[in-house]
């Protein structure tokens, strides 16, 4: 069973749904009825409510998903180990979110970094700290990966020009990501930023639930 945790219009699960196997049970959580509405539309399984304070009553996952989620919580660290604890050993808790070690976090970090995401965006992490905060719960990280992120670049540079002068703040409205121009020259950057430093400002990070990992009960 996979997990999708924040899912918002359900477009992840029905990505897996509609290009995965046919056995693969679909299951997405999230606070928000106008979230459920579109799952029903969509034929997904739905479930209303905060995840970490969930009466379980679903088979233990195989996977949990949580896309650009943990940023918005008020308390990961509880929700990293309840995850933990509703999974079987072997089972992925599998984390996308913003980094902020690098570059244009770095640049634009005293204000302008569109990583910050004021104020929706409430903790953010180096993936040093986040895998921390798994391998505490209990998971040990398989893998840490690094993805383009060029919408940050254009949002950043958005912010920073929008406070300038007339000039600059015509000039922001070039930077967006609808931009046919603007996009491929930040994804360049973020490119060159990646075979530099190997890092960028959004990773995904892979753990799994050791098989000598007994649950603490929920």
Not at 44 to 66: A, C, S
Not at 77 to 92: A, Y
Not at 100 to 122: E, L, N
Not at 176 to 191: E, K, M, Q, R, T
Request: with cysteine; hydrophobic share 45%.
């Amino acid at each position: 069973m996979v997990v999708d945790v924040g899912c918002g219009g359900g477009e992840f699960l029905r990505i897996l749904r509609d290009h995965g196997a046919k056995s693969w049970r679909l299951v997405d959580v999230d606070i928000s009825e106008k979230a459920m509405e579109a799952l029903r539309r969509l034929n997904i399984e739905g479930v209303r409510g905060r995840f970490e304070q969930l009466e379980w009553t679903l088979p233990n996952p195989d996977i949990i998903v949580m896309n650009q989620v943990i940023e918005h919580l008020d308390d990961p660290k509880t929700v990293v180990k309840r995850s933990f604890d509703l999974f079987s050993p072997g089972g992925v808790l599998m984390i996308e979110t913003p980094s902020v070690d690098a570059w244009d976090a770095r640049i634009f970090k005293r204000r302008h970094w569109g990583g910050w995401h004021t104020p929706r965006h409430w903790v953010l992490y180096t993936p040093a700290a986040l895998k921390r905060l798994v391998d505490q719960a209990g998971f040990e990280t398989v893998e840490i990966t690094h993805l383009l992120s060029p919408n940050f670049w254009l949002q950043s540079v958005h912010h920073r020009l929008s406070e300038g002068g007339p000039i600059a703040r015509k000039l922001a409205r070039m930077f967006d990501v609808s931009n046919p121009l603007a996009l491929p020259v930040a994804a360049f950057i973020d490119v060159v930023q990646l075979q530099v430093t190997g890092k960028t400002s959004n990773f995904r990070l892979v753990a799994r639930k050791p098989a000598n990992k007994a649950a603490s009960g929920s």
